[in-house]
């Protein structure tokens, strides 16, 4: 995100207060507003979710399985929480581009794309009769079938399932479990076009019709269509223009931010003028465990280390921090080691 742009996208990322809105309360209702977030790393994806509502971790996962969210291969063919009453406009809106995505790769891996259907069918099945099952079970049962899979194959033949719709799992310490879905019938592509743009707004707003397609996987011509579908606004803010649910709110952006590595903040493309903001640190911190942000600017990353139920915080500054930002960071510090202990 470029640091300008941060007292209008803060309000609707949900890290600073916002007089209008009111706050999510519950990890599904987190899960909701963003319409997908991003659940790659299962460690730390549940801080993204339990930041934005006052959730620890045990009670992050309790919130997301039990409450109709699953994890699942969405969007970025990567591992996103999506609650399963909009699946369908998920699965609607971008599963064919992902899908494409994934032809691409497999016959690259020299598997053609009557195999990958076919074997994932068998997935779908495995997973009806047995709900829980882990991707273990999956592998063997698909080589008992003729589809001896393994690594990146193996994974895209389950992902094709899930981009159906046919199931989705959770992830609670231990393996990924998988369990079949009954979903709604999909909506037009027109609906779920519109649903996404508009969601999008909601969560990460405002934005550049590139930075929905980064996120969705649509193409921006795609992206465009979605904003018109949707009636969103164009506004110009910082010099750039955006397109808006509403007219956007400027709010106080937080004077520090701990953030996990993938969290939606970071969800809008990553051009150069981004790049310039963050400076030489930009890489370094991108590719760290977590992300440290001051005064909405990404300004380093930090990195927990546990021992028993002991957590420890790390953080790694690209300046020097004020003494009313160090306090802050303390502050913040507590607030994720609280989180993480009651796992």
Request: glycine share 8%.
């Amino acid at each position: 995100m470029r640091s300008d742009l941060a007292p209008w996208r803060m309000g609707p990322q949900l890290l600073a207060d916002d007089p209008v809105r009111s706050a999510p309360r519950t990890p599904a209702a987190v899960v909701r507003h963003f319409g997908a977030v991003q659940a790659q790393e299962h460690l730390w994806a549940p801080w993204a979710v339990g930041l934005r509502c006052g959730a620890t971790f045990a009670q992050v996962l309790d919130g997301l399985w039990g409450q109709g969210v699953v994890r699942t291969h969405a969007l970025r063919t990567t591992w996103h929480y999506v609650h399963a009453d909009d699946l369908p406009l998920v699965i609607a809106a971008t599963a064919d581009r992902v899908m494409g995505q994934l032809v691409s790769h497999v016959r690259r891996a020299g598997m053609d794309e009557a195999r990958l259907l076919a074997a994932s069918e068998v997935v779908t099945q495995v997973v009806r009769e047995n709900p829980g099952c882990t991707r273990d079970l999956i592998a063997g049962r698909l080589a008992d079938a003729g589809y001896e899979e393994k690594g990146d194959r193996l994974a895209h033949v389950v992902m094709v399932a899930e981009l159906r719709g046919d199931i989705g799992g959770e992830r609670r310490p231990g393996q990924h479990e998988y369990h079949p879905l009954e979903l709604a019938p999909l909506p037009e592509q027109d609906e779920a076009l519109a649903w996404l743009a508009r969601t999008y707004a909601q969560g990460h707003g405002p934005f550049t019709p590139h930075d929905l397609a980064w996120w969705s996987s649509l193409t921006v011509r795609q992206a465009r269509a979605a904003i018109d579908l949707a009636g969103l606004e164009p506004v110009t803010l910082a010099g750039q223009e955006l397109w808006s649910l509403g007219t956007p709110l400027a709010v106080e952006v937080p004077p520090v931010l701990l953030l996990a590595n993938f969290d939606e903040v970071i969800s809008h493309v990553r051009d150069a003028a981004v790049k310039a903001d963050v400076g030489p640190g930009y890489d370094t911190a991108m590719f760290a465990t977590g992300l440290l942000f001051l005064r909405g600017r990404l300004q380093g990353h930090w990195q927990r280390r546990t021992r028993g139920r002991d957590v420890t915080v790390e953080v790694a500054a690209d300046r020097r921090l004020t003494p009313a930002e160090q306090r802050h960071l303390e502050a913040r510090v507590d607030q994720y080691r609280a989180f993480a202990t009651d796992a």
